[in-house]
């Protein structure tokens, strides 16, 4: 079992930055695939960025060029810059790890608002 520890979220003003962090309990070097997810009220759970292990990421359209995911493995830790928030990105944050095709892990969730 394979705890993920997220943090980072708060309220910020549009055009603002926040990092997620998100945290393991075990070593991410061996992950296949890394994520970051998210889900706005009244709204289904969205992927928002991924990170393979060969270091290839991934974007979804609306934060391409905004947000950038990054790996810290000597931390265990995967990140989530987001930059020149929108109040369209408010929603909780969520982290999701896989090790080969059977473990997959999430995170709580780390609420972010964006709002003036």
């Known amino acids: 079992q394979v705890q993920l520890v997220e943090s980072g979220g708060g309220l910020v003003q549009p055009g603002g930055s926040l990092r997620l962090s998100c945290a393991a309990s075990?070593?991410?070097?061996?992950?296949?695939?890394m994520g970051w997810y998210r889900q706005a009220p009244g709204k289904q759970r969205e992927w928002v960025a991924a990170r393979a292990s060969g270091g290839f990421t991934n974007y979804e359209g609306s934060v391409k060029g905004r947000f950038t995911i990054s790996v810290d493995n000597a931390k265990d830790t995967v990140y989530l810059q987001m930059n020149s928030l929108k109040p369209e990105d408010t929603a909780v944050y969520y982290c999701n790890l896989r090790y080969g095709r059977r473990e997959e892990y999430w995170g709580q969730g780390t609420q972010v608002t964006v709002s003036s």
């Open positions: 075990r070593s991410i070097f061996s992950a296949n695939y």
